[in-house]
């Protein structure tokens, strides 16, 4: 494996196997020339140049440090989520953070508007961003805040998936935070966003639009669904509304069994 072009102390172009890969590791490239050799330890990462032409563009662009703090990230959400990473979306990421890192410096701070539903949705990645920021807050003496730590658990969550989307996840987390706002609204309620009953809506609208996209039903009983329908009706109309509401802005729509195990989660919240 020899060295074709040092990009910084930390990755270089190598040739490998008659292949251009983009090798990764600490130290990498630190002290060394064209045609230096590369023991494979060495190597944390390695990707294969031709498909990861925007990785190469990206090393070229954003400072090494950036890069070097956002692969921190990275392996230590790979070690706490116990999968590896989407690559794909491991260069957005390393993006994202090197831009976040100089809106910061700047004293621009961006409102996350899902971070009440990614909190709930995405805990577990939710968790991982709140080190993330203090990793960074720590380096560069800067105050990132929680929606940042939210923004970043969004491409963690992506990453997991084979294939995985970040346009996507941001949509479907969108019609969650939708719907909730239309249940608030026509309740007139505020919530507790540590309510259990709150935590169970949210996941179940969640599952719901999963299952809609997949055109996978999860039938109630005629009769049960009439019940709820009739026993909880304010509940059920807020439900109605959701739906509109979902199908008004995103073109999902949810089958009427679904709207009765949503009248159920709402009249939990309602009886709080």
Known sequence: ?????????????????????????SGLGFGKRKNDVIKPAKVEKLFVLNENEKLHQLLLRIPEEHFTIAEDIMKYA???????????????????????????????QLKNALLHEIKVLYRQEFD??????????????????????????????TMKMKGGDIHETV????????????????????????????????????FALTRAKHYDSHVMDKE???????????????????????????GVELPEEELGYITLHIERLRSH
């Open 224 to 250: 049960m669904f009439e019940m709820i329908r009739h026993k909880y009706n304010v509940s059920y109309q807020c439900a109605q509304k959701a739906a509109h509401k979902l199908y008004s802005l995103h």
């Open 1 to 25: 494996m020899k060295i074709k072009k040092i990009l910084n102390n930390n990755a270089v172009v190598v040739t490998d196997e008659g292949e251009e890969k983009i090798a990764i590791g």
């Open 78 to 108: 790979e070690t706490h989520l116990d999968t590896p990473l989407n690559d794909h979306i491991r260069v957005q990421l390393a993006d994202h953070i090197s831009f976040a890192i100089e809106r910061e410096q700047n004293g621009i």
């Open 171 to 206: 949509r479907q987390t969108s019609m969650v935070r939708d719907m909730v706002q239309v249940i608030k609204t026509e309740l007139n309620i505020s919530i507790d966003e540590a309510d259990i009953a709150y935590e169970r809506l949210v996941t179940h609208l969640q």
């Open 128 to 157: 991982i961003g709140l080190w993330a920021i203090r990793h960074i807050n720590e380096e560069y003496g800067i105050g990132m805040p929680a929606d940042e730590a939210a923004f970043i658990a969004l491409y963690l969550h």
